[in-house]
């Protein structure tokens, strides 16, 4: 993830009309308006399996309707329209006094832009193209006019395109969310490895690992190395992912590591899936030197010997 203050995303939108810098409210008291156009929205976001929306606390004439997403915009990436959202966002120095303008009542202003960011219950801003399920009259919906997003709830979706989203966060919150960011991205390399694991557990596991393991590229796994050979120079790993202990993974080098590894010790890499053992369970995969990190071992808590009463 990438982090900025006050800083370009991407390449600026030349020559293009400034777009408009409105809150949900204002977007959803006119949907007809703004249908089919491009803006920067801004609100609060929130986010969970099934996808992700902007919500604003709006009045009964500024909200789209009396339910309970009747002030929310879904956020997706697909769309029927013909012209997709351009690939390129605007410069943020362009917009980022409107933006801090139109951030909910009772936040900072100095707040720290973080692209990407996707933090549940903090304002954002997204760029996109607005589509309402109330179109304006005479036009075609783009889509069916129950709604958009999950089971078809919501009255409006913003269509964006990549890194089109900068979450605003208070300065003394972000050590905090980078730090949650991480454990998210190692609880979601865990979860990935285990799902594999569960399926080659299975009874068609042999059938399964061919059609969709054997040959492919295995990305950002992360384990602990529990045997190394030859002893001084290895180009064979025996690597424990889920557990710290058990071995479950075969690391065949393409070349030999130029000192000893330590037992323990955490390494990062990625390879191709060769072949497997499912009694035991070993997973052989080949891999790059160049694709390998080792640190040192994760340190272990020191025990103080508790003082014999007297």
């Known amino acids: 993830m ?20 409105l809150t949900v409210c204002e977007i959803l008291s006119k949907p007809a308006e703004y249908h089919g156009k491009r803006v920067i929205a801004v609100g609060v976001y929130q986010g969970w399996f099934e996808g992700s929306i902007l919500s ?11 339910g309970a997403a009747s002030n929310t915009i879904w956020l997706d990436r697909e769309s029927r329209f013909a012209d997709a959202p351009a690939l390129a966002t605007p410069d943020l120095r362009e917009y ?20 990407d960011g996707g933090y549940s219950d903090l304002p954002a801003s997204v760029y996109g193209r607005f589509e309402t399920n109330r179109p304006p ?34 300065p003394d919150r972000l050590p905090a969310l980078k730090a949650l960011d991480q454990e998210r991205a190692e ?10 694991r569960i399926s080659l557990r299975q009874e068609n596991r042999q059938a399964w690992f061919v059609q969709y393991v054997k040959g492919r590229l295995l ?7 529990l045997e190394a050979d030859p002893i001084e120079h290895p180009d064979r790993l025996l690597i424990a992912i889920e557990d710290s202990r058990s071995p479950e993974i075969e690391l065949r080098l393409d070349g030999q590591l130029k000192s000893r590894v330590v037992p323990g010790s955490v390494v990062e890499f990625e390879g191709v899936a060769l072949a497997c053992a499912f009694e035991p369970f070993l997973l052989k995969v080949q891999a790059s030197l160049s694709q390998l990190r080792i640190s040192a071992p994760r340190p272990q808590p020191r025990l103080t010997p508790a003082t014999p009463p007297k």
């Open 187 to 196: 609880r979601l390399k865990l979860a990935t490895w285990h799902a594999i």
């Open 219 to 225: 990305t950002e796994l992360k384990g602990t190395i």
């Open 56 to 66: 604003g606390n709006c009045t009964a004439e500024q909200s789209a309707g009396n």
């Open 96 to 115: 980022l006094s409107s933006i801090l303008a139109k951030r909910p009542s009772g936040t900072a202003s100095n707040l720290e832009l973080v692209l």
């Open 137 to 170: 009259p005479g036009t075609v919906p783009f889509i069916s006019p129950k709604g958009f997003g999950h089971l078809n709830a919501y009255p409006a979706r913003l269509v964006c395109p990549p890194h089109a989203s900068w979450s605003l966060v208070p």
């Open 2 to 21: 990438r982090f900025i203050l006050l800083t370009s995303l991407v390449a600026s939108l030349m020559g293009a009309q400034p777009l408009p810098v």
